[in-house]
């Protein structure tokens, strides 16, 4: 059965560091882009950063310089490295897994999402 579960959310104070995992099960990594989205309160699901298999990275404008995400093909696992953290970074962040067949999205796969909580 296909899973994606995340790990390292968490409270950090402004301008501090938190590192996401995401380890993939059921064959869903290899050959899928893998990514992180965030859903603040009263707010709607938005893509922070993906990457594909090759390394190709793609990031919201409001995460550039700040937010790293990298991925272990050998462990099936996606990193989100979050660094100069601020307080509208808090969100719940969702691992996705996504397997495109050119601009069609063909399978798609959600974690349960890790709370991040950025304050003082």
């Known amino acids: 059965q296909a899973q994606l579960v995340e790990s390292g959310g968490g409270l950090a104070q402004p301008g501090g560091s938190l590192r996401l995992s995401c380890a993939a099960s059921g064959g869903i990594f290899n050959n899928y882009i893998m990514g992180w989205y965030r859903q603040a309160p009263g707010k709607q699901r938005e893509l922070v950063a993906d990457?594909?298999?090759?390394?190709?990275?793609n990031y919201a404008d409001s995460v550039k310089d700040r937010f790293t995400i990298s991925r272990d093909n050998a462990k099936n696992t996606v990193y989100l490295q979050m660094n100069s953290l601020k307080p509208e970074d808090t969100a719940v962040y969702f691992c996705n897994a996504r397997l495109m067949g050119g601009t069609l999205i063909l399978d798609s796969y959600w974690g349960q999402g890790t709370q991040v909580t950025v304050s003082s």
């Open positions: 990457i594909k298999r090759t390394g190709s990275t």
